[in-house]
């Protein structure tokens, strides 16, 4: 089992920025890949970023290219979301999730196995 915990979350305004941090324990967190997805109030999940095993590769929604950034420290089981440039919609609860034992960068929701509780985060206009 991994459990994912997410913070950083908040309220900003409007071209502000934020770093949600995803905390993981329990199996080897070098053998997950990790993204974040987002829910916005009534609309379903979407994805917005990924990362492999070793960092070194990432994907990103077309929606967050350019704003912003996925990374990982392996050495502290934590992977990141930098936002930066936020906007009104992009507010949303944010939620970090893993894939055990495939080296990709997966961007659908069934390819997950373990998925955080959430993070609000709130950007104001």
């Known amino acids: 089992q991994v459990q994912l915990v997410e913070s950083g979350g908040g309220l900003v305004q409007a071209g502000g920025s934020l770093r949600l941090s995803c905390a993981a324990s329990?199996?080897?967190?070098?053998?997950?890949?990790m993204g974040w997805f987002r829910q916005a109030p009534g609309k379903e999940r979407e994805f917005v970023a990924a990362?492999?095993?070793?960092?070194?590769?990432?994907y990103y929604a077309d929606s967050v290219k350019g704003r912003f950034t996925i990374s990982r420290d392996n050495a502290k089981n934590t992977v990141y979301l930098q936002m930066n440039t936020l906007k009104p919609e992009d507010t949303a609860v944010y939620y970090c999730?893993?894939?055990?034992?495939?080296?990709?960068?997966?961007?659908?929701?069934?390819?997950?196995?373990?998925w955080g509780q959430g993070t609000q985060v709130t950007v104001s206009s």
């Open positions: 329990g199996r080897t967190f070098t053998k997950y890949a």
């Open positions: 990362i492999s095993w070793s960092g070194r590769s990432t």
């Open positions: 999730a893993a894939d055990f034992g495939r080296d990709g960068l997966p961007s659908y929701e069934y390819e997950y196995d373990y």
